[in-house]
Every structure is written in structure tokens, then in C-alpha cells.
């Protein structure tokens, strides 16, 4: 079992910027494959923001490119999601996502964070 922890929101003013972390832990050895990014606001549907490959290709939503950045840092299974120039818009709960894979069975599996709240004021 993978538990993933995110941290980071909170509320800011429209123009300043936030920054997302996502951490998996496990008792047994494993690595993250492709992860991302996804939002939903009240109302609407959840949206992909960024996706980040194993290889860290990435693949942004419009409404995230030249704001937003997806880092990810392997040997800690860590994602990050830089935001800057935030607003109202953005405001969102916030998912991290992805595959793990088992580094004694090759058994892929997926995860979604619990969800981080992101409110941007005008």
C-alpha cells in the first residue's frame, strides 16, 4: 500500500505563487512511474493540469502553460507543482496522481493525493 501525502495550498492573492508537493511512501520498495497534476474547482469537472512522464516529458493544459512547472525528484518519489502569476481561476482542489511500480513484483498501481485546497483571491 502507497499512502501520498500533498501539501502546499493555501490562500494567496491573485499575481503571487504557491508551490505543491506530493510524496509517496511504502513499507516495500517501489518507484513512481508517470505522474501529474489535476484540479477541480467547485462545480465543474476535474481537469488534468500537468502530467509528467518517468522520463519527465511533460504535457500541460493550456490554462497552466508559461505559469506552471512540474518537477519531480525520483529518490525522494516526490512531485512538485511550482504556480506562479496565480488567479481566481486557479482556484481549486488540487490532486496529485500517478503510477507506482513495485520494485520486487513489477505490479503497477495508481494513486490520487487526497486533495489540497488552492484559493486565489482577486
Known amino acids: 500500500q502507497v499512502q501520498v501525502v500533498e501539501s502546499g495550498g493555501g490562500l494567496v492573492q491573485a499575481g503571487e505563487s504557491l508551490r505543491l508537493s506530493c510524496v509517496a511512501s511504502?513499507?516495500?520498495?517501489?518507484?513512481?512511474?508517470?505522474a501529474g497534476w489535476y484540479r477541480q474547482a467547485s462545480g465543474k469537472e476535474r481537469e488534468m493540469v500537468v502530467r509528467?512522464?518517468?522520463?519527465?516529458?511533460?504535457n500541460y493544459a493550456d490554462s497552466a502553460k508559461g505559469r506552471f512547472t512540474i518537477s519531480r525528484d525520483d529518490a525522494k518519489n516526490t512531485v512538485h507543482l511550482q504556480m506562479n502569476s496565480l488567479k481566481p481561476e486557479d482556484t481549486a482542489v488540487y490532486y496529485c496522481?500517478?503510477?507506482?511500480?513495485?520494485?520486487?513484483?513489477?505490479?503497477?498501481?495508481?494513486?490520487w493525493g487526497q486533495g489540497t485546497q488552492v484559493t486565489v483571491s482577486s
Open positions: 496522481n500517478g503510477w507506482t511500480v513495485s520494485v520486487a513484483t513489477g505490479i503497477t498501481k495508481a494513486f
Open positions: 511504502s513499507g516495500s520498495a517501489f518507484s513512481v512511474n508517470a
Open positions: 509528467i512522464s518517468s522520463g519527465s516529458s511533460t
